[in-house]
């Protein structure tokens, strides 16, 4: 930046000091306070900005408030609220990833470029030590975006209200409904309202300009269920008996998903069938154990009153899960089949259709063990209660998670294996594609029935947990009482630390004959620790070359074994 240019941002900073007061007079720079909430108290907390023109410098100020003088109509209104997400103090710089291939030429290296991008690239107000100023002629140049639309045919109706205040009837609802850690919409949207709201063009003249926070359906607490419940039962209540609901649904929380459950029982509905739609594309924001799709539940009046015993539901919502799993992983394959690398579901995705299977068995249900579920479905919450339906949840995924066979291991082999194997060999394929948060291990940990999960860990960081390799096991948990003990696993692990520290060949196939039992007399034990050591080679290609190395050895020299 030269002295001119110094020079030239004083002007401007004079102009909009003499401006400001009468140009938010006339609604062309917004002159709301900012009002507390999850998000917006970020501002407020970190940097001390009480309003909403304090998140603009002054050069954006005077762009967007002469921008906002001449939007006269509703197009120009649409397009300054797209470049309101690009012209901020919360905008980043954009970054580029190691060896991305530009047309025509060679790949970037990596690192920051000079393009200050969007405010909103997650569903937050990010403060930022660095942030980014675009110049005027790129926001400019974002006037010309061109709007494709197409024909609506048929009568609509736009109606702005909560849903528990509905009156007419119709045939077929789709919410998209908040839930958890829902994204605090009514917040953020003060963002773009504090600039919009005064004296629209005709198109919006009688639009209401407020947030309507007092409005939104938190996603916590007992109000959730609560006005969750009031919105769907009056949505039931103004559909006839063969309407349907559609419900978008992504959670990764089992006692979401419990809530959800009692939200659809107490609203008269049941869920018949479930969808799952992949919504989500790959990106550096999601990378780790991150949901790729949104369940679409497909819920209809409940009639009748069917009953039913907890033992029968566990069958039926075990056999339905299974069902679940192995359609979604079904799929997986066939994506390999067409030279797709990584997965089109992954594991919280499954776990995630697991949820959906049980509510569709536990929702045609109105009685249960002698319990009226619409009953049980309201009442209040206690703090730290593990509730009737808690449980059932948590079987759905505990049996969802036991369907998980990694890749590599045959269905009949895997289903002869101990918990602490499953665990074992489960968590290394969750490593080699980069998944190491401890929650992860926790779960699947509790799902095969483990009873210590702590032996098997090197590291146990919250986002940095591993498991121990070959050489960190050593001559550990080779003794009675150990979750692997006279495990074929444990034996081909012992043989990998040998080799990889260098031992005789012939030396360690005779510690494996002694530590794999019956390793003569039955020819699956050997089968088995070729496919584990074959497993083990290709999952710690990257993670643990070494180990990758002595792992593919061990796999040729059982296969050439000379037995008698």
């Keep these: 930046m030269t002295e001119e240019d110094l020079k030239r941002e004083l002007i401007v900073e004079d102009f909009i000091a003499e401006h400001i007061a009468d140009w938010q007079d006339k609604g062309w720079i917004p002159d709301l306070r900012i009002e507390e909430g999850d998000k917006t108290d970020e501002p407020i907390r970190t940097r001390g900005w009480t309003h909403w023109h304090h998140l603009f410098t002054p050069r954006h100020l005077l762009v967007m408030g002469l921008m906002r003088k001449y939007s006269t109509n509703g197009r120009s209104l649409l397009m300054m609220s797209r470049i309101l997400n690009y012209a901020s103090k919360l905008c980043i710089w954009s970054t580029s990833k190691a060896g ?66 509905l009156n007419e009837e119709n045939d077929i609802f789709i919410t998209d ?27 919006f003249a009688e639009w209401v300009w407020d947030s309507r926070r007092s409005l939104a359906i938190k996603g916590e607490d007992e109000n959730f269920r609560r006005n969750m419940v009031a919105a769907y039962k009056r949505m039931t209540e103004c559909m006839p008996d063969n309407g349907m609901q559609v419900i978008m649904f992504t959670h990764q ?28 594309t790959d990106s550096a924001l999601r990378e780790g154990s991150h949901v ?47 030279r797709r690398d990584e997965n089109v579901f992954e594991d919280a995705d499954i776990q995630m259709a697991g949820y959906a299977a049980s509510l569709r068995v536990l929702t045609r249900y109105a009685i249960i063990d002698g319990r009226d579920m619409t009953a ?6 206690v703090k730290g209660e593990i509730t009737f339906v808690d449980g059932l949840i948590a079987f759905a995924v505990d049996t969802a998670n036991q ?29 080699s594609r980069g998944f190491k948060t401890l929650d992860n291990y926790q779960n699947f940990a509790k799902a095969f029935k483990v009873k210590d999960y702590k032996i098997f ?25 150990s979750e692997l003990y006279q495990s074929v696993l444990r034996a081909v692990l012992y043989a990998i630390m040998e080799l990889a520290k260098n031992v005789d060949s012939d030396e360690v196939l005779a510690h494996l004959r002694l530590n794999i039992p019956n390793y003569y007399g039955d020819e699956t034990q050997r089968e088995l620790a070729v496919e ?9 290609v990257t993670i643990r070359p070494e180990e990758h190395s002595a792992a593919r050895v061990l796999c040729e020299m059982i296969k050439n074994q000379r037995l008698g």
């Design 403 to 431: 369907c998980l066979v990694p890749q590599g291991i045959p269905k009949p082999h895997w289903d002869k294996l101990s918990g602490g194997e499953r665990f074992y060999l489960k968590m290394i394929e969750m490593e």
């Design 457 to 481: 860990m090197a590291d146990q960081k919250a986002n940095k947990a591993r498991l121990k390799s070959a050489v960190e096991f050593g001559r550990a948990e080779m003794g009675e009482g």
């Design 532 to 540: 584990l050591a074959d497993y083990l080679a290709k999952q710690l």
């Design 253 to 280: 929380s089992g006692t979401i998903w419990a809530d959800m459950a009692n939200i659809v029982w107490a609203s008269g509905l049941q869920v018949t069938a479930a969808w799952y739609v992949v919504t989500e």
């Design 100 to 165: 991305v291939k530009k047309s025509g030429g060679g790949g970037r290296t990596g690192g920051g470029s000079d393009n200050p991008v969007n405010v909103f690239y997650n569903q937050a107000l990010n403060t930022l030590f660095n942030y980014g100023c675009r110049a005027s002629k790129p926001l400019l140049e974002m006037f010309d975006l061109q709007l494709i639309s197409s024909e609506c045919y048929g009568s609509s109706k736009v109606a702005s209200h909560s849903a528990s205040q």
């Design 376 to 381: 049980e479905a309201i009442r209040p919450r």
């Design 177 to 203: 409904p908040p839930y958890g850690d829902a994204v605090k919409y009514e917040e953020i949207l003060e963002f773009f309202i504090a600039w919009l709201r005064k004296n629209p063009p005709p198109e």
């Design 292 to 338: 790729k799709g949104t369940i679409l539940l497909i819920c209809r009046k409940r009639l009748g009153q069917h009953k039913t015993t907890r033992d029968d539901l566990a069958w039926e919502i075990q056999e339905e899960v299974e069902a679940q799993v192995r359609e979604l992983t079904g799929l997986n394959q066939l994506a390999k089949g067409d």
